[in-house]
């Protein structure tokens, strides 16, 4: 069996890991192109160095762009890359435009397509994630999903013949570097002098909550008001959007830094008071870690950590300081994203409908 990974993508690269992983174990043929969506060395490269991902086979380096611009660069790319390593299946990963692209790349050439972290629902068709991962859903052969409440969705939407429960893959990379981190200090700390559990970690990144200056601006000033030191994690095109909405990022409690590695996030996040975020992966990291999780959306796909009481949704400068300063919710056992081997679930599902 040959199956093709198209990633590109910070998130997509935490899921290709366990995926590789497995995909080598079982002696299965892996193809992995790259891309290029996300194309700064600290959001592509050092997730396979640290991951003990394998090079990409294929390169395609896109860059950036607006949606459609990207999206059709990355569908024109694939359709030689399809022809060439002729796949049993393509194994498009989440919501990026890069799912969106390897889906349609995949349904115009007659490739089976399959997409793991199906069944993901936001609800807000403002987002341009929520069509991505519909219409990636409806186009695939096989619906890998992470949760019960996603099989739900998938059943409610008619997918439910073609909808298989594997079990979430971030949670099969989180568990191993969480193991492997937990014993030892998070660079930042001593970088930015801080002290465990007296410091928060944030990334905002999402287009509606960047590309407006007006709710750009009341979040940041809601970080700025934080209790304690807030550890902004600002990758290019948020720095790029403060900039030319004239709206400093270092202010009050807040302290802006490059993005980490994976590793040095998820022991910074296990170290922190909390995290506050609008990226659906790190409000799971939050709740698989149990770190108080704070949520600069409407909604979230992960409505699991909410009603466990591990994430709070919060849209204005009150709810957000508010949220932060909350006492960590009680304990809990529940495992809603799975136990650690989604992966080989996944690659037994690809060859049971092979």
Known sequence: MRILSVVGARPQFVKLAPIARAAEEAGVEHVIVHTGQHYDPMLSDVFFRDLGIPEPNVHLGVGSGSHGVQTGAILGALDSVLVEHEPDWLLAYGDTNSTLAAAIAAVKLHVPLAHLEAGLRSFNRRMPEEHNRVLTDHAADLCLAPTAVAMSHLAAEGLAPRSVLVGDVMSDVLIQVRDIVSSRAPRLLPDLDLKDREYYVATIHRAENTDDPERMAMIIEALA???????????????????????????????????????????????????????????????????????????TEWTETVDLGWNVLANNIDTITAALARPTPPPTDAEPYGDGCAAQRTLSALREER
Not at 235 to 253: C, E, M, S, T, Y
Not at 264 to 276: E, F, K, T, W
Request: some cysteine; aromatic content about 2%; proline content about 8%.
């Open 225 to 299: 008001r934080a209790d304690r030191p807030v550890i902004l994690l600002a990758h290019p095109r948020v720095l790029a959007k403060a900039a030319a909405h004239g709206i400093a990022l270092n202010q009050g409690a807040l302290r802006c830094h490059p993005p980490l590695t994976y590793p040095d996030l998820i022991a910074a996040a296990l170290r922190s008071a909390g995290v506050v975020t609008d990226s659906g992966g790190l409000q799971k990291e939050a709740f698989l870690l149990r770190v108080p999780c704070t949520t600069v959306r409407t909604e």
